[in-house]
């Protein structure tokens, strides 16, 4: 598998970090500008988002049917990933066990198009990007998240000192502030769903009390959640934050957060206000913004049920966490395995079979999440098509005892995944 070596990724967050509109090392090599494609010669399926959802088709498409013309648009010269990034916060993986480039894509025929996406012109059946027009006879759109910083007072602000680290990259600039950090408060924010990857910031809370703990820092996760306990995993995730991070972590439920005063180093919730030394507040989330800008959807994207379809284009495929209509996790297992079934839609259409005839197959999902350096615990789900009520039903299992076979089953899932969207072809 091609991974990015720690000096050219930091190099490329350079520019990563400053919302990377062209440049980079990937771009110098390999990639193509839009306004140098030309026009589709026979079939060309065109994706937006570089990542979990839009990997997975790419790859798939180009095993599925090399004929196929598959042009990918991603924003960003490489990948990180953020399903393990918690593991890489809390200094358990170094940056390199997440980070991706995309050389294995192009070398298995993907035309790599190293720019931003702008608007989707429906009408033409083209993208506009930085550089030019893209064609397409099916377009597949997997941006992934946005975040609604509006929602908190005061945030949009000082955003660029507070980063995240729920989009690929923002990991790097948040590791860099818990790395100078001597002490205090760790505040740390949960929105109310429906955002990316449900257990995602409880994993977070853990692991931030495991690098706390682990470097015998005098310090606290304050973990501030808007819901009224965990909403996922709940027994798992309370067990451990109780049974391992006592003294490192304290959970306090309905407390959302509704302004941030930076200068003051303040949140402020429903239950008061609260004094942080390092603050990682995660808000309420939305759809990438080539949804809105393209007519595909307000906060989130609907799709015809149970195909991937846009409820507004049937040359449109919506995939990965903009899909809002659906019960489906905002989980990469998910994205990827979405990818993989619109693929073979796709294949099926392009040989000329009627939209009809297709199956549709619904994607399975499971979540590992770590709560320390080896410990993990697991929420599944099985998803099925009730005909008569036009609706997807989800069936889930889950496992909230804490071990360390649970924590290799995680990495080798890992793995796996990876090594099918960024590994050689075999
Ligand atoms: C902390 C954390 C832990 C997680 N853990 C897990 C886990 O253990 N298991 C799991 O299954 N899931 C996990 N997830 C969720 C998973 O990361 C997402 O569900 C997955 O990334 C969704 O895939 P996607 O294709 O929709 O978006 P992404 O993977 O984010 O890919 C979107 C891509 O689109 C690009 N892009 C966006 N807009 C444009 C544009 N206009 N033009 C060009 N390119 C654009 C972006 O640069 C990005 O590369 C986790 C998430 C977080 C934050």
Redesign the pocket.
Known sequence: MKKVSRRKLLKASAVAGAAVATSGFAQTFFSRPARLLGPARGSRVVI???????ISTARHLRRRNPNIEVVL????PS?IS?????LYLGGVKDLDFISFDYTNVVKAGVTFVN????EVNRAGRYVRTTSGLVHYNYLVV???IDYMYEAIQGYSEVRQFLPV????FEHIALKRKLDRFEGGDLVMSIPRPPY??PP?PY??AAMLAYYLKSNEIKGKVIVLDANPGPISKAPGFTAAFSDLYKNYLEYIPQAEVTAIDYAKKTVKTGLGEFEFDLANIIPPMKA???VRASGLGDRWASVQLPTFLSERDDRIYV????VGNTPYP??????YNVGKIVSEHIAHRIAGRRLAEIPNPLPDNI???FVDSEESIWVAHKHDWDAAARQVRQQATVDNQRSKQNGGLALEWARGLWSDMFGPEV
Do not use: T
């Not at 648009?73 to 960003?76: G, L, V, Y």
């Not at 680290?165 to 690929?168: A, E, I, L, N, V």
């Not at 995939?319 to 903009?322: C, N």
């Open positions: 937006i988002g570089g990542g979990w959802g839009g648009i991603e924003q960003n990948f953020c399903p393990m990034s918690n720019e931003r996406a702008l997997s941006p992934g680290g729920f989009k690929p990316r990857c995602g994993e977070r990438g913004e080539i995939i990965g966490d903009i905002k989980s990469g297992q998910v994205a979540c590992y999440s």
